[in-house]
Nanobody
Framework: QVQLVESGGGLVQAGGSLRLSCAASGRTFSTYPMGWFRQAPGKEREFVAAISGSGGSTYYAESVKGRFTISRDNAKNTVYLQMNSLEPEDTANYYC??????????????????WGQGTQVTVSS
């Protein structure tokens, strides 16, 4: 059973930064693409960013491109989301997830097999 544990959320003023971390269990971490999603109250879960197993390819939602950076450290079984220039619209619960090896896209949450419990990010104006 794979476990994903997010950390690093909190309250920050608009324009500020946060760094989220997601620690994964298991010995095959580097095999799998990983993604970050977020969900605000009353809204559907939406794609934020994803990274290939090697870390060589990254993908972003248009709304965060240029402000957020996804990265991973396969030696530490950890994926990160550096969030800069935060806006109130970024307020949500942020989840990391491990994608299936057989997935063909990165933005579809249905192609992710394991999910963390989420970490809350609140951006005040």
């Amino acid at each position: 059973q794979v476990q994903l544990v997010e950390s690093g959320g909190g309250l920050v003023q608009a324009g500020g930064s946060l760094r989220l971390s997601c620690a994964a269990s298991g010995r095959t971490f580097s095999t799998y693409p990983m993604g970050w999603f977020r969900q605000a109250p009353g809204k559907e879960r939406e794609f934020v960013a994803a990274i290939s197993g090697s870390g060589g390819s990254t993908y972003y939602a248009e709304s965060v491109k240029g402000r957020f950076t996804i990265s991973r450290d396969n030696a530490k079984n950890t994926v990160y989301l550096q969030m800069n220039s935060l806006e109130p619209e970024d307020t949500a619960n942020y989840y990391c997830a491990r994608r299936s090896l057989f997935g063909s896209t990165y933005a579809n949450p249905g192609q992710y097999t394991y999910w963390g419990q989420g970490t809350q990010v609140t951006v005040s104006s």
